[in-house]
Each structure stands twice: as C-alpha cells, then as structure tokens.
C-alpha cells in the first residue's frame, strides 16, 4: 500500500500546487488589467486636455508645440507602462512558479536566474 499512498500523495501536492499556481496567476492578471484600466482613464484624461490646448492654440507654432509635448508624453507613458506592465507579469510568472519548486527540483530542474 505504501506506493499507492506515494502516488495519491504526489497528486493530492501536484493539485495543491496547481491551485496555488493559478491563484497567483489570477492575481497577476487582476493587477494587470487593473493597470491597464488605469493607464486607460489617464490617457482619456490626457487626450482631452491636449484637444482643449489645441482648440485654444492662437497660431500655427502654438499647434505643433503642444502636439510635440503630446506625442513625447504620449511615448514616456506607454514605455513606463509597459515596463510596470512586463514588471507585474514577471511577478506573477514568479509567484505561479513557485508552488511547483520543491517538485521540479526533486526531478533534477532548477529555477533559471
């Protein structure tokens, strides 16, 4: 009976881990579309101030200045963005691996660095 209760004990963990995998995998994708609901409501907010500069913009250089300084933060945001964004999903890639740890490592697999 001993190997019958060693596989029912690996499955019964196996389980356990993958629970605990997708729990963090879940969180993480919560935090992503989280960010990026925010980074939505911010660039609305953004887009809306730039078209009110635009209408009141009195000459030609006025217009190609404020659509310099909105393409140039249009472009800081999105990189930012999309650092916090590859930071969160890295996190949480992390977090999922490590209920599987102990039993990867008991067939030879290391977390790469």
Not at 51 to 74: H, I, Y
């Amino acid at each position: 009976m001993k190997p019958f209760d060693n596989v029912q004990n690996f499955g019964k963990e196996g389980f356990e881990a993958f629970v605990a995998s997708a729990t963090a995998m879940t969180k993480g994708f919560q935090s992503m579309a989280q960010e990026a609901s925010e980074y939505s409501r911010k660039a609305v907010e953004v887009n809306a101030s730039n078209v009110e500069k635009l209408v009141a913009a009195r000459s030609f250089e006025r217009v190609v200045e404020v659509q310099q300084l909105a393409a140039k933060d249009v472009y800081e945001t999105s990189v930012a963005n999309a650092t916090k964004l590859g930071e969160i999903y890295v996190a949480a890639a992390k977090e999922a691996y490590k209920p599987f740890e102990t039993s990867l490592a008991a067939f030879g697999f290391k977390p790469a660095a």
